[in-house]
């Protein structure tokens, strides 16, 4: 069972009133003052900062606006992720609402292959995009990093933009020779939030060539109703891209994720609805759960084992026809894409522990195989970083060349560690949680070994157990459908600010645990008050709160943990359990429901 590292608990009169499930739950995250809790619980688009901050946004609006007023041919370079293709779109949706007449053709997208080319810019796209004709490129979502193709765009004359959030230099001395380069993080930035993903960049640049192409400069002002109207619909794409990207969801990631996805299934925009109708989500709610595990594998799925101009084509058509062609299409890609990602998963796990990658003394995972997908491997990494609780990285291995993805666990600087390394590297790029890199396979083994020894000296003992931080401990009456539903308002969840988990003591099951869903993988679990009893009661959370109710929790993928566990659970066992709060509807009817995170029958502790 997972070691609990519970956070602090104490009292606030705020919202749900003094000593509230809520309240305990926002004290725990360290929020104590009350109009902060207030804006955080409701946000607002006025919290978003003014793009005119971000350094150089300025000077690539004006070549923007001025290429596409003169008839230039202006290129939007995307990465193949989804967030490379949402702030791609943000972008193109933007200039064609802004230059409508005849402009279609002067508005060039390119997104590279993620097996031929690998991620960012790339020397020979640059020079085909010169020949096209293309005198400015804009690139989102990468490019912080791109010596060598912002140095050849300068030698045919292209003015290169360079719009990321990837992890810049310390130096602006050390940027890539471009015409501007837009990034909160830029080593000259005043911006006052650093942790934008490429679509919120580009979102941002979005906005202030709206408001500069109307003439509205001063900051806090108001576009006209129709550029109002498309930022908000927008919002929609820069929520997926926050979301999908896994960069912290505070401050204005909150506000673009909050609002944007709420216009996700309300869109204007045609294949973003056929996305949402192939996901099975058109009479579901869109929240950040059903972007991480529906939209955003599809989208991924694209660029991982086809192309991810195929999810751009979604997103920038206008014909219904090809937007659910192109949905289902996505769909197919994706079901491959799990099989393809199970077998890398299972099979490196298996190599890991038998070269003994999984002992204390081993503290990071690297693995190369000549027969994984390379557009595969990156979430297989994932996988294995629940598993096995250290940095992973995992490659495919293609004659004399390695190539592949590299993922994190909290605490440990990904970026930095394999930058170490960057002597035995062809490239590499990327943040603190995730990166992709590539080597010389004669070079494999001298890597292993020095990325191997950076993360024995950085990753600690604590850093290798798995751990769960529980925001307070409640009691089941506490569970009613107002408390949780005021837990709700905490959303959306994700990376810094995950959904809360409660620690409830003093339960007991109501009756054995019961198998479901297919391989009977998951289990259902009842439980009552320590002293209370079933009688009078009906289903689980049919009164949804009071000290007699039930609760019915779900066990996603426990059936394994509890059969390891050895004796069986029956009727009256006393628990101690960690929970997700949540509120499942079913013919219109709402009730309590909770996620099992960790259990512990108390006698074994």
């Not at 292959?113 to 004709?133: C, F, P, Q, S, T």
């Not at 109307?214 to 929520?239: N, Y």
């Not at 002597?423 to 943040?431: A, K, Q, R, V, W």
Request: charged fraction near 20%; proline fraction near 5%.
């Amino acid at each position: 069972m997972c070691r609990l590292r519970r956070a602090p608990l104490g009292a606030w009169s705020g919202l749900g009133g003094a000593g509230s499930l809520v309240s305990r739950v926002l004290l725990a995250r360290e929020m104590t003052d009350p109009q902060a809790c207030a804006a955080y619980v409701n946000p607002r688009l006025s919290a978003l900062h003014d793009p005119a901050l971000l350094p150089d946004i300025d000077v690539a609006t004006d070549r923007i606006l001025g290429a596409m007023s003169r008839g230039e041919r202006v290129a939007i370079y995307g990465d193949y992720d989804v967030d490379g293709v949402t702030a791609t779109t943000i972008l193109y949706r933007t200039l064609m609402a802004l230059f409508p007449n005849g402009h279609a053709d002067r508005v060039v997208t390119y997104i590279p292959h993620r097996i031929d080319e690998g991620y960012g810019l790339n020397v020979d796209a640059i020079e085909d995009l010169a020949k096209a004709g293309c005198g400015v490129v804009v690139s989102v979502d990468c490019g912080v990093s791109a010596h060598g193709p912002a140095q050849r765009a300068r030698e045919l004359g292209v003015d290169l933009i360079i719009t990321d959030h990837h992890n810049p230099p310390a130096s602006a001395a050390d940027l890539p020779p471009a015409f501007a380069v837009v990034h909160p993080r830029h080593p000259a930035s005043v911006y006052p939030f650093g942790d934008l993903c490429g679509a919120g960049v580009a979102y941002k640049l979005a906005w202030r060539l709206c408001a500069k192409h109307s003439g509205v400069t001063e900051a806090g002002g108001r576009l006209p109703a129709d550029l109002r109207t498309l930022m908000v619909d927008l919002l929609a794409f820069a929520a997926l891209g926050v979301i999908a990207d896994v960069v912290p969801l505070v401050d204005e990631n909150r506000v673009l994720a909050r609002f944007g996805l709420g216009r996700v299934k309300h869109s204007p925009f045609i294949g973003l609805r056929a996305l949402v109708e192939a996901s099975g989500l058109a009479g579901e709610e869109v929240d950040s759960s059903a972007v991480g595990f529906k939209l955003a594998p599809r989208l991924n799925a694209a660029g991982r084992l086809g192309h991810a101009r195929d999810a751009l084509e979604l997103f920038t058509t206008s014909d219904p026809a090809r937007a659910a062609e192109l949905a289902a299409l996505l769909s197919r890609q994706n079901r491959e894409r799990q099989a393809v990602e199970k077998h890398i998963s299972d099979q490196a796990a298996e190599m890991a522990v038998a070269a003994g990658m999984d002992r204390p003394d081993r503290r990071a995972i690297v693995l190369a195989h000549p027969d994984w997908h390379a557009g595969v491997v990156g979430i297989a990494c994932s996988r294995l970083v629940e598993q096995f609780c250290r940095p992973v990285i995992l490659m495919q291995q293609t004659g004399e060349d390695c190539h592949g993805s590299a993922r994190s666990i909290e605490g440990f600087n990904l970026h930095e560690a394999i930058g170490e390394c960057r002597e035995l590297l062809t490239s590499f790029g990327g943040h603190d949680m995730a990166a992709g890199l590539r080597l010389p396979a004669d070079r494999l083994g001298a890597f292993v070994d020095r990325f191997t020894s950076v993360a024995n000296e950085r990753v600690t003992d604590e850093m290798l157990r798995p751990s769960l931080l529980v925001d307070a401990d409640a009691s089941l009456g506490e569970l009613t459908l107002g408390a949780v539903k005021e837990l709700s308002a905490l959303a959306p969840f994700g990376r810094g600010n995950p959904e809360p988990r409660v620690r409830l003591a003093g339960v007991r099951l109501a009756e054995s645990p019961r198998s479901m869903g297919a391989h009977a993988k998951h289990v259902s679990l009842t439980l009552r008050a320590e002293g209370a009893t079933s009688a009078g009661v009906g289903r689980a959370g049919a009164r949804g709160a009071g000290d007699s109710a039930l609760v019915r929790v779900v066990g996603w993928n426990w059936s394994r943990h509890l059969e390891a566990a050895g004796d069986p659970l029956r009727a009256g066992t006393p628990l101690e359990v960690v929970v997700k709060p949540r509120i499942s509807t079913w013919l219109g009817r709402e009730r309590v429901e909770c996620e099992l995170c960790d259990l512990v029958v108390p006698a074994m502790v």
